[in-house]
């Protein structure tokens, strides 16, 4: 490439344009004057965009009163420390699936915990957020599952899931996910647990946990277990001990000298599991197994599996291995909905009424002149009755005439949430045992035997009893009782809600009612 002319600009010397062109000379304008060869171009007129900046930068700033309003026409809008830190989480895609048969597929980063899984489905489905809802795991071919808890990170435990492997995520509630911190003596039964010998005193309601949440002292749990032989179908029943440094069991007996017993387990690698199956797949004993499967497990050949004599039994040894493994870490979970509410606890928290619920009013307008309610008593059974007469103005329906026809009894309670049509009385037992073997935990349901009959399925001390709701004819009106006439209804709503406030002739009060989410 040929080098430029000395005193020439790059670019000045183009071909010269045929005869009658205008010269393409880049040292200016056709207009500008003509000038010899070697000749410095004239001085450029004054550059007046920079001498009116010179102007403005003789006058004295003003200070701007918001500096954070404004910015640089050149610079972004937002600052950098405004903006959310770019994160390099990857997102994966988890189903779940809820006792209706539905599911849903959600993108959730890989470090989700279980406790965040279940807050978005509450948020996205605008569920009531009572703390019971829970994230479940359950193997579908070997019949186990389990309560996933709060803080593990729900790509980890799909992760250990083989490739061929059926299983899947289910969101439900679960009421005695952390009963055992609000009624730990209804969990531990005196025949299953020995605290220390420096232990003199008796322990109180808040001492067991303080005993099993300590790092020094922790309470033995002792008693029978079946045990299915490794490698083999035979169970054999032997005495298990669980203390901190693991699960044993004795080789002679009931003794708990240490050359007797034998180490089984531990927990720092593997999972607790129930058995959903009862009997059917592992051929245990009885309905009440469980079981530890490890973290990497290649198969059912490396479950550990044990089977109680009751339900008492086996809920006492699971709680007290979850206790073992998690520890405080349960604990921060129970408390952590509770926490920013001062002077709160978790047991009684109430409720906030908004600013709206607040200004409301009890009135009455019965009279030719309103008045205010002012007495608490009067107002709610106020209340009372005003639900009860919509109730029956509801139960009122147009024929084809136009008239107004009475509609049955028998249907008003089916868009009740508790009430479950044509379920057998297993799979009454299982939903309620899916909810958590609370006092209170309850459901109705169509009787099997008697098809004009209802049955209220309840559980209270860890069983499930069945009450049949006997319906009456009296005067051409039909109503509905529990205990062979004395209190009677004239639907099953009124029935449920009389006995959530009333104990009456069941072992305890309707508390919580099981219910298939849609999602």
């Known amino acids: 490439m040929a080098a430029p002319l000395p005193g020439v600009p790059r670019g000045a010397g183009r071909a010269a344009e045929p005869a009658g062109g205008s010269s393409g000379g880049a040292a200016g304008s056709p207009c500008s004057p003509p000038r010899t060869p070697g000749e410095d171009p004239p001085p450029s007129p004054p550059d007046r965009r920079k001498k009116k900046d010179d102007n403005i930068s003789e006058i004295s700033s003003i200070p701007n009163p918001f500096p954070e309003l404004c910015c640089s026409p050149f610079a972004s809008v937002l600052s950098a420390s405004l903006l959310p830190k770019a994160t390099s989480r990857k997102k994966q895609v988890i189903k779940v699936h809820s006792e209706d048969d539905t599911s849903r597929a959600l993108e959730v980063p890989s470090d989700i915990t279980a406790r965040d899984v279940c807050q978005l489905l509450i948020l996205k489905n605008r569920y009531t957020d009572d703390h019971s809802w829970t994230l479940f795991e359950q193997l579908s071919h070997t019949g186990l599952g389990r309560a996933i808890e709060d803080h593990e990170l729900v790509m980890e435990v799909q992760s250990n899931w083989g490739m061929e492997e059926e299983n899947k995520f289910y969101f439900r509630k679960n ?14 039964p005196d025949h299953m647990i020995s605290f220390p010998s420096e232990t003199n005193a008796a322990v109180s309601h808040s001492g067991i946990l303080q005993m099993f949440l300590s790092s020094s002292t922790y309470p033995e749990i002792h008693g029978y277990l079946h045990a299915r032989e490794q490698g083999k179908k035979s169970w054999k029943k032997l005495y298990f001990l669980l203390r901190r440094s693991g699960l044993y069991f004795s080789t002679k007996g009931t003794s708990k000298e240490p050359r ?15 058995s959903l199956t009862g009997k059917k797949i592992s051929g245990a004993p009885t309905n009440y197994g469980f079981c530890f499967k490890p973290n990497k497990s290649g198969g059912t050949r490396d479950l550990k599996q044990l089977c ?3 339900e008492q039994s086996r809920t006492c040894w699971m709680t007290a291995i979850r206790l073992l493994k998690y520890g405080m870490q349960l604990y921060q979970n129970y408390m952590q909905p509770y926490q920013g509410r001062s002077g709160c606890s978790p047991l009684n928290v109430t409720p906030m009424r908004s600013i709206s619920e607040n200004s409301l009013v009890a009135m009455d307008f019965s009279g030719h002149r309103s008045r205010i309610i002012e007495n608490p008593t009067e107002a709610l059974s106020v209340a009372v009755e005003e639900g009860l007469a919509w109730r029956r103005r509801g139960c009122l329906r147009l024929n084809s005439h136009g008239s107004p026809i009475a509609m049955s009894n028998v249907a008003i309670h089916r868009s009740q949430s508790w009430f479950h049509h044509k379920i057998s009385r297993e799979e009454a037992q299982r ?11 309850f459901l109705v349901r169509d009787s099997q035997s008697n098809p004009k009959t209802f049955v209220l399925s309840l559980s209270h001390g860890l069983k499930i009893k069945h009450f049949q709701i006997v319906p009456l004819e009296d005067d051409g009106k039909l ?16 029935l449920v809600e009389f006995y959530q406030l009333n104990k009456g002739v069941l072992p305890c009060k309707l508390k919580h009612y099981c219910t298939r989410i849609a999602l």
């Open 175 to 188: 009421y005695a996910k952390y009963e055992f911190f609000k009624n730990p003596l209804g969990f531990f």
């Open 308 to 310: 109680a004599d009751d």
């Open 260 to 274: 007797h017993l034998q180490f089984f387990c531990e927990f720092s690698n593997s999972d607790m599991y129930m």
């Open 431 to 441: 939903l309620i045992l899916q909810h958590g073997l609370v006092d209170g935990v």
């Open 479 to 494: 109503f509905y009782t529990l205990d062979d006439g004395h209190t009677r209804f004239t639907d099953l709503i009124q």
